[in-house]
T-cell receptor
Framework: AQTVTQSQPEMSVQEAETVTLSCTYD???????LFWYKQPPSRQMILVIR??????QNATENRFSVNFQKAAKSFSLKISDSQLGDAAMYFC??????????????FGTGTLLAVQP | ETGVTQSPTHLIKTRGQQVTLRCSSQ?????VSWYQQALGQGPQFIFQ???????GRGNFPPRFSGLQFPNYSSELNVNALELDDSALYLC?????????????FGPGTRLTVT
């Protein structure tokens, strides 16, 4: 069974600075998806960034980028130029790749990010 | 394009009672997944419905059941409520195709069991 681990329950960053959130996972599959989701106090889960395991290039979405290390089963999220609106709970998630399988997401326990003005 | 909506927003029930939570999927989506998020935890997959049939289930007892309707909206029913069922229940909709189908989440229903 696949597992996702986030070892940082809380992180804090100064506005305009850079912060990195860590995530490790365990799987025996060779192809899969990894995600970072943001959950603000409004509770709605928002997709931040997605990485396909078969792609060597790290995904980037504006100020958000990932460091995907497949051999180490590591998937960290870097937030550059942090903004007050980035304050939220961040979840790392895994999904199997193959079509036809239930596309359930397996989540970590989350990292609560505080942004200091 | 209408997003995923859930009702009610909050709900308080007594142990032993039954509850029904509702989810309207995003326009054009045919798959609905339900997750339970206990306080301080990540969401846990309950089950998924595709074309009105259950398409996978997580490690939840049979008293958690669901339905999907022809318009692809969905219900989550929980019988014989227990205190541990207190959680945020998230619904996510997607359009099933061969490969990636992004899940779009609703705002959740906060269930409190006393």
């Amino acid at each position: 069974a696949q597992t996702v681990t986030q070892s940082q329950p809380e992180m804090s960053v100064q506005e305009a600075e850079t912060v990195t959130l860590s995530c490790t996972y365990d799987t025996s599959e060779s192809d899969y998806y990894l995600f970072w989701y943001k959950q603000p106090p409004s509770r709605q889960m928002i997709l931040v960034i997605r990485q396909e395991a078969y792609k060597q290039q790290n995904a980037t979405e504006n100020r958000f980028s990932v460091n995907f290390q497949k051999a180490a089963k590591s998937f960290s999220l870097k937030i550059s130029d942090s903004q007050l609106g980035d304050a939220a709970m961040y979840f790392c998630a895994y999904r199997t790749f193959y079509g036809g399988a239930t596309n359930k997401l397996i989540f970590g326990t989350g990292t609560l990010l505080a942004v200091q003005p | 394009e209408t997003g995923v909506t859930q009702s009610p927003t909050h709900l308080i029930k007594t142990r032993g009672q039954q509850v029904t939570l509702r989810c309207s999927s995003q326009s054009g989506h045919n798959t609905v997944s339900w997750y339970q998020q206990a306080l301080g935890q990540g969401p846990q997959f309950i089950f998924q419905y595709y074309r009105e049939e259950e398409n996978g289930r997580g490690n939840f007892p049979p008293r958690f059941s669901g339905l999907q309707f022809p318009n692809y909206s969905s219900e989550l029913n929980v019988n014989a409520l227990e205190l541990d069922d207190s959680a945020l229940y998230l619904c996510a909709s997607s359009f099933h195709r061969d490969r990636f189908d992004e899940q779009y989440f609703g705002p959740g229903t906060r269930l409190t069991v006393t």
